[in-house]
């Protein structure tokens, strides 16, 4: 226990409070949740009548003085990092850029030297701290500037606000649905259907941080186009239309309707059938960081902002289809 003592405290136990297990006592006690107690209690920090106590179910008695000694919370530093993206819109208010397949947008516990945010530092005006709490990168409160979200694997535009204003007033056009977002998917299934309205609502599946299809989850609404299919490989490309903004949801939807997207492990993309593919086409055309997903463009007000797709999304289409589908050189042109 190197770490600086935040604060000490000591409570003194009255009749009202006596054969009350010690876990609950102190939590009530200091408004702190029963998990952090009881981490206290085995890292040796809480002492009953000075002495440490070990079990989270000893009780405190009239008399006792319960003594509880809580860390200073660890802090992370929020540097600047080499930006690695390149920006397709700038002005005095936002900043739209070509986000690459993996980096994630905002800093967190276990990623917080190279992410989004800590390419943008000099381009936003938000007073950001450049030391963070521990619980709030767990938390994922540290994003400054981001209105929406990609995950991780998935590439394209990216939309940041370069002040509070800007960031309130976006926030909301995003929460009443007025931004139209396309993207591009490349998916394992083969369908005659050329368009499809996916409507099930999505939930984090208990205990674990993937989400999946439920009735007891959130709205999530996603339209889906054919552009092209391979029967014989059983592989289809969409251009993807979400309306609303759920985690995980393109990925979701489409894993959930049989058209898992190529190379995403964790919805279903992987596995033999991707070992498969490898083999067909050649281990070279998958030989990149991140999945077959692609954010194409975003409409905000009228102005699209749009992000060619990277030469690797390229490549695939052509080996399979020759020629990229004219849609998608038509938004390339604008």
């Known amino acids: 226990m190197n770490e600086e003592i935040k604060n000490k405290r000591e409570i003194?136990?009255?009749?009202?409070?006596?054969?009350?297990?010690?876990?609950?006592?102190?939590?009530?006690?200091?408004n702190l949740t029963r998990n952090f107690v009881q981490k206290l209690i085995s890292e040796g920090r809480v002492k009953i009548n000075n002495k440490i106590i070990s079990k989270k179910s000893e009780n405190v008695s009239k008399g006792d003085i319960v003594e509880v000694e809580i860390p200073e919370e660890e802090k992370f530093f929020l540097t600047k990092s080499e930006k690695k993206f390149d920006v397709i819109w700038e002005d005095e208010n936002i900043l739209v850029i070509n986000k690459p397949a993996g980096y994630i947008v905002h800093p967190s516990s276990s990623e917080y030297k190279n992410t989004i945010v800590n390419?943008?530092?000099?381009?936003?005006?938000?007073?950001?701290?450049?030391?963070?709490?521990?619980?709030?990168?767990?938390?994922?409160?540290?994003?400054?500037?981001?209105?929406?979200?990609?995950?991780?694997?998935v590439s394209g535009v990216l939309v940041i606000a370069k002040n509070q204003k800007t960031l309130a007033y976006l926030?909301?056009?995003?929460?009443?649905?007025?931004?139209?977002?396309?993207?591009?998917?490349?998916?394992?299934?083969?369908?005659?259907?050329?368009?499809?309205?996916?409507?099930?609502?999505?939930?984090?599946?208990?205990?674990?941080?993937?989400?999946?299809?439920?009735?007891?989850?959130?709205?999530?609404?996603?339209f889906v186009k054919k552009l092209r299919d391979r029967k014989d490989l059983s592989l289809s490309l969409f251009e993807v239309f979400p309306i609303?903004?759920?985690?995980?949801?393109?990925?979701?939807?489409?894993?959930?309707?049989?058209?898992?997207?190529?190379?995403?492990?964790?919805?279903?993309?992987?596995?033999?059938?991707?070992?498969?593919?490898?083999?067909?086409?050649?281990?070279?055309?998958?030989?990149?960081?991140?999945?077959?997903?692609?954010?194409?463009?975003?409409?905000?007000?009228?102005?699209?902002?749009?992000?060619?797709?990277?030469?690797y999304f390229q490549k695939i289409i052509q080996a399979l289809w020759q020629e990229i589908p004219p849609t998608l050189c038509e938004a390339q042109k604008s």
Not at 12 to 30: C, H, M, P, Q, V
């Open 171 to 222: 926030s909301e056009l995003f929460k009443e649905r007025k931004v139209k977002k396309r993207y591009v998917a490349l998916c394992f299934g083969y369908t005659t259907k050329d368009m499809r309205m996916i409507n099930q609502k999505i939930a984090r599946a208990r205990g674990e941080k993937i989400m999946r299809v439920g009735e007891e989850g959130k709205e999530a609404i996603t």
């Open 119 to 153: 390419m943008i530092l000099e381009e936003i005006d938000f007073g950001v701290e450049s030391e963070a709490k521990k619980e709030d990168l767990i938390k994922g409160k540290i994003r400054p500037g981001i209105v929406h979200r990609l995950d991780k694997d």
């Open 12 to 30: 003194l136990i009255n009749n009202s409070e006596e054969n009350i297990r010690a876990d609950i006592f102190i939590s009530k006690k200091l």
């Open 244 to 311: 609303t903004g759920r985690t995980h949801q393109i990925r979701v939807h489409l894993s959930s309707n049989g058209f898992p997207i190529v190379k995403d492990e964790m919805y279903g993309g992987g596995g033999k059938k991707l070992q498969t593919l490898k083999k067909k086409l050649g281990e070279e055309l998958f030989d990149f960081q991140g999945i077959f997903l692609h954010s194409l463009s975003i409409e905000i007000e009228g102005k699209t902002f749009f992000a060619p797709l990277p030469n």
